[in-house]
């Protein structure tokens, strides 16, 4: 069974910085590109960014050049480092598995999500 834990979300204050992680299990993580997905209170979910097997990466617009998406294949963890955080990026951020191992491929598996709140 396919499960994928998210962490590090809470209250920044702007400007700041923030790591979430996602811990997966239930298949070869290395053998399937992951994606970062958002959804902020009262609104509809949207892309963040996604990573494939090898470590290619693709990001939003609007993350681009702030946030950075990774992972650790030997530890199955993909993580996203948001700094320089605004309060539009108040959402909950979902860790998300792509159904192959290139970016492009639809999103099979989601986790529970994590609370992101950027406020002062």
């Known amino acids: 069974e396919v499960q994928l834990v998210e962490s590090g979300g809470g209250l920044v204050q702007p400007g700041g910085s923030l790591r979430l992680s996602c811990a997966a299990s239930g298949f070869t993580f290395s053998s399937y590109a992951m994606s970062w997905v958002r959804q902020a209170p009262g609104k509809g979910l949207e892309w963040v960014s996604v990573i494939n097997g090898g470590g290619s990466t693709s990001y939003a617009g609007s993350v681009k050049g702030r946030f950075t998406i990774s992972r650790d294949n030997a530890k199955n963890t993909l993580y996203l480092q948001m700094n320089s955080l605004k309060p539009e990026v108040t959402a909950v951020y979902y860790c998300?598995?792509?159904?192959?191992?290139?970016?492009?491929?639809?999103?099979?598996?989601w986790g529970q999500g994590t609370l992101v709140t950027v406020s002062s």
């Open positions: 998300a598995k792509v159904s192959g191992y290139n970016i492009g491929n639809s999103l099979d598996a």
